[in-house]
């Protein structure tokens, strides 16, 4: 065939999978100079570095060595790609509806006055330092599940086809969930720190005497701002799935970093000034490290009941590629028995086996 010839096959097959739904996603794979019209037409091309020349390497998005590296590409590194890419986008539009709801809802009790509950800096330092860097280790350095498992499963790389995780009613769940994060943390500091209009006022002790001092406007921005931060953080940690040395570096680079400016901040404000040194009275306030980690549980105890869920789905997914038919697969991912032994199971390889054989022995008798 000839590279125009072989480019029309590829625009071929887009137009005529077009006319039934979406449009596919066509992967084009060659070798030589006569395959970079084809490489070109394809939404992804792979290149292999062969005895043809470079021509095919130069000319696609990826490149192997050798063509039995190709399952690995697109089962291994290709659902990675995909399932990274998804969640940190889904992490992104949670992490800033969360976020935003603290200050909607103070909006509604300040009586649209417009006014800020902290400075204006913290809000550009929100997406710039303060929780950007956990969503990009997040995204480049997550692995959900192992090589082998991915390699030997191909029934898995289809879980995630048409982006599978950026779907309306899965970005809504991330929404409604940055949607209970910011509630909680709202109410939250409002009733524990300010006492809500109903109890008394949460108090810090001031470095001048060691005097007891009432929560201000201040005192309740900052505290509102550190609670959003750590819950945010404690979110993706619990999405992540591969801790490694890299993401608690990151961890520890994010929280020294910011820690730092937020010092450096408060410190380079004026005298008389709100916000002066107002996280170091945040510090010495006891309701504020009693509201700490009760405010934390609250806000990411659904999340963790995701992340159980999650592993259990992900579980199942791995028991059901080993199943051949399409009907037995059916009718196990309907089992309590198969969902019970997804949550209590690490990985079920070897399940459909056992399954397998008394459904043969009672079928026989």
Known sequence: MTPLQKASVVQLVRSGLSEFGTPPITAAIGDGGNDVAMLLQANIGIGIHGKEGKEAVRASDYAIPQFKHLQRLLLVHGHRANYRICLTMDLFYYKCVAFVTTQLLYTFYSGFSAVATFETVLFSIYNLTVTSLMCLLFGLFERHLPDDILNANPYLYRKLKHQANLRSWYVCLWILDGIWHGTII?????????????????????????????????????????????????????????????????????????????????????????????????????????????????????????????????????????IPHKQIRRKYRRSPMIWFLALTTNYLTDSYDIFHRNEIKQNNS
């Open 186 to 322: 709202f109410y939250g500091t409002t009733y524990f720190l300010t006492g809500g209009n109903h109890f008394s006022e949460g108090t810090f002790y001031d470095s001048h005497g060691n005097i007891q001092q009432l929560f201000d406007m201040s005192l309740y921005g900052c505290a509102t701002y550190l609670f959003v931060w750590f819950s945010v953080s404690l979110r993706i940690f619990i999405a992540s799935r591969d801790y490694t040395i890299i993401i608690f570096g990151g961890i520890l680079f994010t929280l020294i970093g910011n820690i730092a400016i937020l010092i450096a901040l408060q410190n380079t404000t004026t005298l008389d000034n709100i916000n002066f040194r107002s996280y170091t009275k945040l510090c010495r306030s006891p309701t504020f490290w009693f509201a700490l980690p009760l405010i934390l549980c609250v806000a990411n105890f659904p999340s963790l009941l995701w992340r159980i869920i999650s592993d259990a789905w992900w579980n199942l997914q791995i028991y059901l590629s080993s």
